[in-house]
């Protein structure tokens, strides 16, 4: 069964915070992915990576970075966390772009991240 | 510009009969198509795909439907049990990667499954 792991839960910082989202996966997936749930927004993709040290923007990538030293472990920073980016934080992850598969991209059970 | 368009946020449907939930995409290259199932607190869950090549596919209780000429999709739900009261995404992918290609969003519509 796949598993992908986020870090924390819940989580509250500070304006101006750096904050740190830690996500793993089980599965060598080389897809790994950060979306954002927001109400009566859905899930929107903040950045993506499909190999280790590659990244791409997604469609709301303003304030936020990302980080992929390991296949497994794939990290999205808040560089000077506020208050709009309040939200759900939503990790997945996929079999590679290359290997076309009807395999549906697996989430993580989130993390409610509140910027005070 | 909204590419997935769920219009309905909420439906509310009595246990044991049909539950429609609709998608509408307006990006033709989209090839791929998918409905996630998110409960409160959880992670988004894969229930169901098709491919742009097949107009029909189902598994047990979950039927989806796809219409490119209308750019429609539409989940079936046969019958509606309570446990199905979730939140459900429609998505959508382009390019040969598939369903783990970047995916592309609607806001979702909630179902409601009334004992």
């Known amino acids: 069964d796949v598993k992908v792991t986020q870090s924390s839960r819940y989580l509250v910082k500070r304006t101006g915070e750096k904050v740190f989202l830690e996500c793993v996966q089980d599965?060598?997936?080389?897809?790994m992915f950060w979306y954002r749930q927001d109400p009566g927004l859905g899930l929107r993709l903040i950045y993506f990576?499909?190999?280790?040290?590659?990244?791409e923007k997604g469609d709301i990538p303003e304030g936020y970075s990302v980080s992929r030293e390991k296949k497994e472990r794939f990290s999205l920073i808040l560089e000077s966390a506020s208050t709009n980016q309040t939200s759900m934080y939503l990790c997945?992850?996929?079999?590679?772009?290359?290997?076309?598969?009807?395999?549906?991209?697996?989430f993580g059970d989130g993390t409610r991240l509140s910027i005070l | 510009d909204q590419q997935v368009k769920q219009n309905s946020p909420s439906l509310s449907v009595q246990e044991g009969r049909i539950s429609i939930l609709n998608c509408d995409y307006t990006?033709?290259?989209?090839?791929?198509f998918l409905w996630y199932k998110k409960y409160p607190a959880e992670g988004p869950t894969f229930l169901i795909s098709?491919?742009?090549?097949?107009d029909k596919n189902e598994d047990g209780r979950f039927t989806v439907f796809l219409n490119k000429s209308a750019k429609h999709l539409s989940l079936h739900i046969v019958p509606s049990q309570p446990g199905d009261s979730a939140v459900y995404f429609c998505?959508?992918?382009?390019?040969?990667?598939?369903?783990?290609?970047?995916?592309?969003f609607g806001k979702g519509t909630l179902l409601t499954v009334n004992p």
């Open positions: 997945a992850s996929g079999v590679g772009i290359g290997r076309y598969s009807n395999q549906p991209q697996h």
């Open positions: 599965m060598d997936h080389e897809n």
């Open positions: 990576s499909y190999d280790v040290k590659m990244k």
């Open positions: 990006n033709s290259m989209f090839d791929y």
């Open positions: 098709i491919s742009s090549i097949k």
């Open positions: 998505a959508a992918s382009a390019g040969s990667g598939g369903s783990n290609y970047k995916l592309t």
